[in-house]
């Protein structure tokens, strides 16, 4: 197995160019999300709801949850514990463990997380539950979704209606000029 250094880095190859060589041979692919504060909440409200539009809705649910169960979670923080709940409000904050599993008990499902390329995902929630959420760790607090491979097919069908939906219905544009445009596209690329 190769060693990384302390960027992630082996070698010529970055270590989430080998991440994503190992999910793809046991049929899965990493799905990036923006790295900011808010990945966590972001690749969560995608796995659950098919968007990250809900994220600051679920990151301040998540907050709420842990202050009225603050006897569960209080004992892992080494500050305030207030005060960690006020910096975890804003988007900016990074989450990480006690998060994900105040989001495990408040959604009843399990958290299976990739963290280095050739090694299973770990359950890191253990719940037992049949709902289940796949990430990546890449860290620095950072998480992207996992999906497996059919989930991109159907996705890229869906996008692809979608788009003619705007296109002609929103935008007006008849499809003898949306098919120009794809032709001109594929000349091109």
């Not at 679920?58 to 979670?73: A, D, L």
């Amino acid at each position: 197995m190769a060693s990384y250094d302390d960027h992630g880095n082996s070698g010529k190859r970055h270590r989430m160019d080998i991440m994503d060589d190992y999910l793809a041979s046991i049929g899965f692919r990493r799905k990036p999300v923006p790295k900011d504060g808010s990945s966590l909440f972001r690749a969560f409200s995608e796995q659950m709801f098919k968007t990250q539009a809900y994220h600051l809705y679920i990151r301040e649910s998540c907050v709420r949850y842990m202050k009225r169960n603050q006897h569960i979670f209080e004992n892992f923080v080494d500050d305030s514990f207030d005060d960690y709940l006020a910096r975890m409000n804003s988007p900016k904050e990074w989450a990480d463990q006690l998060e994900i599993s105040a989001l495990s008990k408040m959604y009843s499902c399990d958290f299976h997380i990739y963290e280095q390329p050739g090694h299973r995902a770990k359950n890191v929630t253990e719940n037992d539950c049949e709902q289940e959420v796949y990430l990546c760790h890449s860290g620095q607090k950072h998480y992207d979704c996992v999906y497996p491979k059919s989930y991109f097919e159907s996705y890229g069908i869906c996008q692809s209606i979608l788009t003619s939906i705007i296109l002609e219905r929103v935008l007006g544009m008849s499809k003898t000029t949306l098919n120009k445009c794809v032709d001109t596209f594929r000349m091109l690329s």
